[in-house]
């Protein structure tokens, strides 16, 4: 079956950028995910690549997308406080008739330092 | 603007009794629903799914169960909780014409 994977912890001073790195095995998925939790609440969709780009970028984020890899990479730039949380990872074969279903990867936790 | 609604925030149960955690979603039609329960504060695992009013679909064998009695309600249950059924439960919608899928506030459930 699918399975996607993620490093457990990062560490990261504020003003740093971050890399969130993720893996999956799934060769047929065609969405990637990233989304964030902060502590006590749901997850917050932040981004998403279909399978077909290399690279997505919105404001801070920058999504890296190394399919022939399937590797999936976060970069938040100048880090702030506010973006400690835990990141998942999150991928889809994007078949409508199977509801879409997501795998999700064990989360990141990223602790950013003042 | 489409919204997602989860309650309650918060529930505490002793082993054996019934539970039910009900979601709905303002703002849109004929959505894809889930149900995902996450174990402490780690990775996510999908529960059900539903297409539609009365499909559901049971992603692993559990002591849980899922209804879907309107379009845009959806209702988890049980009729004896297990300790092991403790944790955070999530609901999420997304439409079929797009592959955002969004998440509500969660229910955060103690077996005790």
């Known amino acids: 079956g699918e399975d996607v994977e993620q490093s457990l912890f990062l560490s990261v001073r504020e003003g740093d950028s971050s890399v969130i790195n993720c893996t999956y095995t799934?060769?047929?998925?065609?969405?990637l995910y990233w989304y964030k939790q902060e502590p006590g609440a749901g997850l917050q969709l932040l981004t998403y690549?279909?399978?077909?780009?290399d690279m997505k970028q919105d404001q801070r984020l920058t999504v890296l997308l190394n399919k022939k890899d399937k590797h999936l990479s976060l970069r938040i730039a100048d880090t702030q406080t506010g973006d400690s949380a835990i990141y998942f990872c999150?991928?889809?074969?994007?078949?409508?008739?199977?509801?879409?279903?997501?795998?999700f990867g064990g989360g990141t936790r990223v602790l950013v330092k003042p | 603007s489409q919204t997602i609604h989860q309650w309650p925030a918060t529930l505490v149960q002793p082993v054996g009794s019934p539970l039910s955690l009900e979601c709905t979603v303002e703002?849109?039609?004929?959505?894809?629903l889930y149900w995902y329960r996450q174990a402490a504060g780690r990775g996510l695992q999908l529960l059900f799914y539903?297409?539609?009013?009365?499909?559901i679909s049971s992603e692993v064998p559990q002591n849980l169960s899922a209804s879907r009695p309107q379009d845009r309600q959806f209702i988890l249950s049980s009729k004896k909780l297990l300790l092991s059924d403790s944790g955070f439960y999530l609901c999420?919608?997304?439409?079929?014409?797009?592959?955002?899928?969004?998440f509500g506030p969660g229910t955060r459930l103690t077996v005790t």
């Open positions: 999150a991928e889809s074969g994007g078949t409508k008739a199977a509801g879409n279903k997501l795998t």
């Open positions: 799934d060769s047929s998925s065609t969405y």
């Open positions: 539903s297409v539609g009013i009365g499909q």
């Open positions: 703002g849109t039609s004929n959505p894809n």
């Open positions: 690549i279909f399978s077909n780009m």
């Open positions: 999420a919608w997304s439409v079929s014409r797009t592959y955002e899928q969004y």
